[in-house]
């Protein structure tokens, strides 16, 4: 069963940190570009950060640029969402996707995506 887990999810105080992980079981993620997407209550699904198979190019959204960092680790199978600095604003489910490394088109379209997790809650409240 092709799966993505995310973890590390959690309440933190504005300023805070929080470090997610997003797993693969049932396929190996050195072939698929990797997005992290979150969703706040009310609000629409929106792309967050991005990185390319190898690493190669990483992009994000310009309210986390500076506070969040993206990277993986294809040998352990997982991808990592550092952020840093945390802002009530930031309070969403954040969900990890994948998609094939060939495709085109970009990064935040929600439908270029394959795989998803089922996402953790991140809430900044102080």
């Known amino acids: 069963q092709l799966q993505l887990v995310e973890s590390g999810g959690g309440l933190v105080q504005p300023g805070g940190s929080l470090r997610l992980s997003c797993a693969a079981s049932?396929?190996?993620?050195?072939?698929?570009?990797i997005g992290w997407f979150r969703q706040a209550p009310g609000k629409e699904r929106e792309g967050v950060s991005y990185?390319?198979?190898?690493?190669?190019?990483?992009y994000y959204r310009d309210s986390v640029k500076g506070r969040f960092t993206i990277s993986r680790d294809n040998a352990g199978n997982t991808v990592y969402l550092q952020m840093n600095s945390l802002k009530p604003e930031d309070t969403a489910v954040y969900s990890c996707?994948?998609?094939?490394?060939?495709?085109?088109?970009?990064?935040?379209?929600?439908?270029?995506?394959?795989?998803w997790g089922q996402g953790t809650q991140v809430t900044v409240s102080s």
């Open positions: 996707a994948a998609r094939p490394r060939t495709r085109v088109g970009s990064w935040s379209v929600q439908g270029l995506y394959d795989y």
């Open positions: 049932g396929f190996t993620l050195d072939v698929y570009d």
């Open positions: 990185i390319t198979s190898r690493a190669d190019s990483i």
